[in-house]
């Protein structure tokens, strides 16, 4: 027989299931990389590391499915190797995605494939664009769907001391067209000198293209300041979350060096 005490807890579980199973996946899940692609890659025959790391000192409590990450107190990042196939091309490898939870547990999330095609010399131009193609291999703690894609277009304009960059993704989890999630991510910055910058970045997430969520979409604001010179060329933001659907504050820290 059961008691009153034992029914409460399993209704409060099934409550607890049934309100995660309810949120869309892309609207909570945790990401290795926060970056707006400008379309510069690295010279033919040259091979360039960057680590890529992102804090949530303050994020949801809640996974966007059973056994993910909780991004309140989690760290996530990878290493990603690139190599300049010819000055329209970049090559580039993910490898490993990892997570260090809020409470000290480490995991590995997978790893990533990609292929980045640009107008070549972006940096010397007025008007750039590109796409880049990732494909991605993940753990069943990372996301429910063990093959996605990315599919990220690159537009921008250099406006004297000033860029304006847009790259409009489209996630795939293979699961139809209309069902293409719409990520965009946009980088307004400020050319204080050739090595200095600062930046206003945005990134969305409005969900699959057949319906976009209401309260659930995603939307976060970087300030950002870039340091591209030697020995490293660094990238730190501080992220706000504009909605309750989002991490209130997020850090970025981004290291990068031809090899």
Do not use: C
Not at 194 to 206: C, L, M, N
Not at 225 to 248: Q, S, Y
């Amino acid at each position: 027989m059961r008691t009153p005490g034992r029914l409460r807890e399993r209704v409060a579980v099934s409550l607890a299931v049934a309100a995660i199973a309810s949120v869309p996946q892309s609207a909570l899940a945790q990401t290795d990389e926060i970056q707006v692609y400008n379309a510069e890659i690295a010279a033919p025959g040259v091979f360039n590391l960057t680590l890529h790391n992102n804090y949530t000192p303050d994020g949801l409590k809640q996974p966007a499915f059973p056994g993910d990450v909780i991004s309140n107190h989690s760290l996530n990042g990878v290493p990603e190797l690139a190599y300049g196939v010819t000055d329209w091309l970049e090559a580039g490898l993910y490898f490993p995605l990892y997570s260090v939870r809020g409470d000290g547990g480490v995991q590995l999330d997978g790893f990533k494939l990609r292929a980045l095609f640009v107008d070549p010399h972006a940096a010397e131009k007025t008007f750039f664009y590109g796409v880049n193609f990732e494909f991605s291999f993940n753990s069943k703690r990372w996301d429910t769907h063990a093959y996605t894609s990315e599919i990220r277009p690159i537009v921008g304009w250099r406006l004297g001391k000033v860029d304006v960059i847009f790259n409009p993704i489209l996630d795939n989890s293979y699961d139809g067209l209309s069902r293409l999630d719409f990520a965009p991510e946009t980088r307004v910055a400020y050319n204080i000198s050739k090595v200095w910058a600062v930046a206003a970045e945005e990134y969305d997430d409005y969900g699959p293209l057949r319906s976009f969520y209401g309260h659930q979409q995603t939307h976060e604001l970087f300030g950002v300041v870039d340091f591209n010179g030697k020995p490293v060329n660094v990238e730190f933001g501080v992220g706000f979350g504009l909605n309750a659907a989002t991490d209130r504050l997020t850090l970025k820290l981004i290291f990068s060096k031809d090899l």
